[in-house]
């Protein structure tokens, strides 16, 4: 909801009825996944979320800005790079760096590596690159709706209603920022034509006799 919200205001992107009932849903339906009844919640926990949900909206802003200036390969790669300039120097001051001691170590971390790293991020660079970054936003939101699937099938996960009603609720603002989606809120917006089918037009009744 913030890269809409910022995004409205920085790239002049609209907020039409399909994207308004998107966010909507967004919001119930994380909400109804991440099941916050009876959850205790830290203050500086939600602190440090809403910090990194500033960030995102900072960095979907600028990559769409940038989109038409630096090809999101490029892109993906100077984040990357930028990336392992920050932590690997971290972990070297903090004494938590240190290579897998085992196989299974090292493919975990090459999975985690291209599958949930460098894949993700390139895929994301070239969506922004061809939609709104409010609309790749409200897409992204389907990344909790994948968690629990995964979780479920690959874990033993029990699925509850709150759980269904919620990936409902996503997979819902997901469809609303398809091509779909798009062209049935613009149909809306749209003012229809008043004039029956016999009645001229105001250009052709005040257009010239011919001499």
């Known amino acids: ?7 409205t205001g920085v790239l002049d ?6 994207k308004a009932l998107a966010l909507g849903c967004t919001v119930s339906g994380v909400g109804l996944i991440a099941g916050l009844d009876g959850l205790a919640l830290s203050v500086f926990g939600v602190a440090l979320v809403g910090l990194a949900s500033i960030g995102y909206a900072t960095y979907a802003i600028g990559t769409r800005a940038m989109a ?8 993906s790669g ?3 790079l930028g990336a392992a300039a920050t932590i690997v120097p971290y972990g070297l001051l903090e004494g938590t760096l240190s290579l897998p001691a085992t196989g299974t170590a090292w493919g975990l971390i090459g999975g985690i590596t291209l599958v949930a790293t460098v894949v993700p991020l390139l895929a994301f660079n070239e969506g922004l690159a061809r939609i709104e970054a409010s609309s790749a936003s409200i897409v992204s939101t389907a990344e909790p709706l994948t968690t629990v ?7 033993g996960e029990v699925l509850t209603p709150s759980v269904l009603l919620g990936g409902a609720a ?4 997901v469809s609303l920022t398809t091509p779909l989606g798009r062209t049935l809120g613009r149909a809306r917006s749209r003012p229809t034509d008043r004039s029956s089918p016999g009645t001229e037009s105001e250009s052709e009744t005040e257009r010239p006799a011919d001499t």
């Open 1 to 7: 909801m913030l890269v809409a919200v910022v995004a």
């Open 13 to 18: 992107e609209s907020v039409t009825v399909p």
């Open 68 to 75: 038409g200036h630096v090809p999101p390969l490029v892109h």
């Open 78 to 80: 100077y984040v990357l």
């Open 149 to 155: 699937v995964l979780g479920t099938v690959l874990l």
């Open 170 to 173: 996503i997979l819902l603002d």
